[in-house]
């Protein structure tokens, strides 16, 4: 997290435009995703308290069609607050949209404006970066599988495709053709191993969709982005609260929240670790995923879904692998770097992970049987 002094004119006209409790005290950056720009922002109420508020300008680079997106967060937020409803829990339970001055759900984008939203700060909560143990890791997965659980009873329009094909690999893969074709020459030379490792796996890279496409697996409401810096934690118990960033909540498969836990998670290395040597799967970490996950989603999912657990990891890892290496490829246009080579190495530390998903596919199918 980042102390900005000052906040630039544009953030604290937008923070002006919300129903907040009272005049804006101080903006503060809040760093951590790829995409979204967030900020925290502090009013003071006449009692003289303090009331905290999440301030985020939506990234309409990736999401071009904002309103599909606070679309989809609306019916995600009231169908949550309306199971919590009457529980003490609802405001650290479920996220919770400010309107703005004009009783609109969000700030539109117009030519003067980005489009903004706001939400109600859950408080004495904390985000983590990765798990520090392995309890950790299993609240993550529990509160992703709650988050699929909960959603199981929504019957509420259908949520749109804010992101369309987000989780399709194979057109990942069609995405690293066009990359390859465009590719920056030295870059696309350095990356020969990596382009061959991900060539082997084209061949495989639709095992998911085919699942969802034949009805093997059912359609569910997920989160697609499903990791530990998605996740509230209580900061006093350590337990998880609740699920934030819902900008990708769309129709898809729960093996993708799954696998992407696994794919952030499992190796307890930072995604960019270069010494692929240190990626492996830590079984304790991955039996803590499987055991949250069916804790918080277990008594919907179905046995065709956990029965692919392991294969879901394996795609959302070589997925991402994919999406790294074709924005190294291109010039990192997509996912922001901190350092030269940051994508490739991103895109290797999944690539490793996969291979190890792979080479203990038996042992790990086993765990995710058992529990
Ligand atoms: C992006 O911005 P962040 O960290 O929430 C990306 C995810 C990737 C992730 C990889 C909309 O998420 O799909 O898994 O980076 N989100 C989008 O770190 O593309
Ligand atoms: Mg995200």
């Known amino acids: 997290m980042e102390e900005t002094k ?28 790829h995409i979204n720009s967030s900020y925290v922002v502090t ?76 939400f109600e700060f859950v ?10 143990t392995p309890d950790d890791a299993r609240e993550a997965a529990k509160a992703c599988g709650r988050f699929l659980a909960d959603m199981s009873s929504y019957d509420g329009e259908r949520m749109d ?10 057109l990942r893969y069609e995405q690293l053709d066009a990359a390859i074709a465009r590719g920056l020459p030295e870059r696309l030379d350095d990356a020969r191993l990596d382009l061959a ?13 085919e699942a ?12 697609n982005d499903a990791k530990i810096s998605n996740v509230l934690f209580d900061a006093a118990t350590g337990r998880g609260l609740c699920v934030i960033d819902l900008d990708t909540v769309m129709e898809t498969s729960s093996l993708f929240d799954f696998g992407d836990l696994v794919r952030s998670m499992a190796s307890g290395r930072p995604e960019d670790e270069r010494d692929l040597g240190s990626i492996e799967v830590q ?12 804790d918080g989603f277990g008594g919907v999912m179905t046995r065709a879904e956990r029965e692919l657990l392991v294969e879901g990891a394996r795609i959302m890892a070589l997925q991402q692998g994919v999406r790294f290496l074709a924005d190294h490829l291109v010039g990192d246009v997509y996912f922001r770097v901190h350092r030269t080579g940051q994508n490739l190495d991103r895109a290797r530390a999944q690539f490793r992970l996969v291979d190890r998903l792979e080479a203990r596919r038996g042992e790990l199918g086993a765990v995710a049987a058992s529990r």
């Open 6 to 33: 000052e906040a630039p004119a544009a953030v604290h006209a937008a923070a002006a435009r919300f129903d907040v409790a009272g005049p804006v005290e101080s903006i503060r950056e809040q760093g951590g995703g």
């Open 43 to 118: 009013c003071a109420t006449d009692g003289g308290r303090s009331v905290r508020y999440l301030l985020q300008r939506i990234n309409t680079t990736v999401f071009t069609r904002p309103e599909l997106v606070m679309a989809n967060v609306r019916r995600v937020t009231e169908h949550l607050c309306r199971n919590l409803e009457g529980s003490p829990d609802l405001p650290r339970r479920a996220l919770r949209l400010v309107p703005t001055r004009d009783g609109e759900p969000w700030v539109r984008a117009t030519d003067a404006d980005q489009p903004w939203r706001c």
């Open 123 to 132: 408080e004495d909560s904390v985000c983590l970066l990765e798990p520090r």
């Open 161 to 170: 495709d804010v992101l369309p094909r987000f989780h399709d690999t194979p």
């Open 197 to 209: 490792f991900a060539e082997e796996r084209r061949a495989g890279a639709g095992s998911v969709l």
């Open 212 to 223: 969802l496409a034949s009805g093997a697996i059912p359609v569910r409401v997920a989160h």
């Open 283 to 294: 079984r304790p970490v991955f039996v803590a995923l499987v055991d949250g996950f069916l």
